[in-house]
Nanobody, 122 residues
Framework: QVQLVESGGGLVQDGGSLRLSCTAS????????SAWFRQAPGKEREFVASIRGSVTYTDSVKGRFTISRDMAKKTVYLQMSGLKPEDTAVYYC??????????????????WGRGTQVTVSS
């Protein structure tokens, strides 16, 4: 079993920066996909970024967010800069064990954290 714990959320002004962290317990392989999703009130959970060797991003965060992973620390990071009010959401990290599934689909991920709130004020 893998457990994921996110941290680093908070309140930030428009244009500000935050770094989210997600630390795993249990066995994590480099072949696993790590990802960040987010969910705003009244909206569906949305893919943000993933990493497994290469990285992928949803278009709305390209150039502003950076995902990275430290396998020794079993930690995935999401560095967010140029934050906008529309980035406000609960951010979840996820881990998927099957490399053949779509990285942007929530159903591809086996393990989820409980989420951390990010609020961007205008």
């Amino acid at each position: 079993q893998v457990q994921l714990v996110e941290s680093g959320g908070g309140l930030v002004q428009d244009g500000g920066s935050l770094r989210l962290s997600c630390t795993a317990s249990g066995r994590i392989l480099s072949s696993y996909t790590s990802a960040w999703f987010r969910q705003a009130p009244g909206k569906e959970r949305e893919f943000v970024a993933s990493i497994r060797g290469s990285v992928t991003y949803t278009d709305s965060v390209k150039g502003r967010f950076t995902i990275s992973r430290d396998m020794a620390k079993k930690t995935v990071y999401l560095q967010m800069s140029g934050l906008k009010p529309e980035d406000t959401a609960v951010y979840y990290c996820a881990t998927g064990t099957n490399p053949l599934t779509s990285r942007s689909s929530p159903s591809a991920y086996d393990y989820w954290g409980r989420g951390t709130q990010v609020t961007v004020s205008s």
